[in-house]
């Protein structure tokens, strides 16, 4: 069996030179996802289901779990060689536990539970996770900040009939399966490829009266089999769940901006880059509407944009409709 540390740490020899920290802190990632599925697979027995009563930075409503999957990453992550800094969807600011450069390399960013007002109803959630290394010149704010280009390591995990991580270092896309008898994710899918076009789309559609015009026309155009064949419709509303199909079968997930939010809902740094790095590393492409997403300078932790991924005739197809370059 192959597990995800061993995969990962074979990817690339700029890996060694932490000198098995990077193994180490990987090693936090996986002990981090094994505790979150622990709990939810046990969220109905224990009392985890529902809302915290608090809000985080997004003022979204906090869920029960969505406190307990980021604790867990902070608790298994935090004390972890080579970890600068962690920066989550639930924390106002980086948490920061090495500022030296000469030791604190890396930077993950992650939103520890993906999806969780879903929970409740037993849908797929996730957790998504980026990795980036410090810029030994720079300041941590301005290593935080970097374009998803600079990446080294992205990814996400599905909680559902079964637990699968997926990731890429950039060189191919891999997803493990965690095997309950040994606690180990174990490689099952190797050099995945996202079909260049698909049978599904998926967006929420009760917003289309909010959509730009271009993107309005563009899902009229898949309904009506404008681009050589028929789509379904598709939406789970959780987006680890919504992408990972996409990945499998092929097709378009899009997140388009609307009157209310004209710059995107989805976060940049943690779902909307690592999705990106993964969904490109599989021959697709992911966009914003106005470019291309990995290239995107972000200026705060918490900035949003629009987020259309997918095959490359379908985001070609959304390039050409609302005149984009990639």
Known sequence: MVTFEEHILGQDQEFS??????????????LAVKRIEAQIRSAGLSDVYG??????????AQQKLDVVANDAMMECLGTREGVAALVSEEDEAAVVFDDDPATGKYILIFDPLDGSSNID??????????????LPKDSLEHSILQPGMRQVVAGYVVYG??????????????????????GAFVLTNENMVMPEQGPYYSVNEANAAQWPEAFAGYVETLRNGGLGREYSSRYIGSLVADFH??????????????????????RLLYEANPLAFVAEQAGGM???????????????????????????REIEALLAAVGAKG
């Not at 996730?126 to 290394?133: C, L, Y």
């Open 51 to 60: 809302a915290q009563g608090t809000e985080n930075v997004q003022g979204e």
């Open 161 to 182: 009939p079964s637990t699968v991580l997926v990731y890429t270092a950039g060189h191919g896309v891999h997803g493990f399966t965690l095997d309950a008898a040994s």
């Open 121 to 134: 109803v037993n849908v797929n959630v996730g957790t998504i996770f980026s990795i980036h290394k410090r």
């Open 245 to 266: 199909r996409t990945l499998l079968k092929g097709g378009v997930f899009l997140y388009p901006p609307t009157k209310k939010q004209p710059g995107g809902k989805l």
């Open 17 to 30: 030179e932490a000198s098995g920290a990077f193994g180490w802190m990987l090693g936090g990632l996986t």
């Open 286 to 312: 992911a966009t914003s509407g106005g470019g291309r997403i990995l290239d995107i300078q972000p200026v705060k932790i918490h900035q949003r944009t629009a987020f259309c991924v997918g095959g490359k």
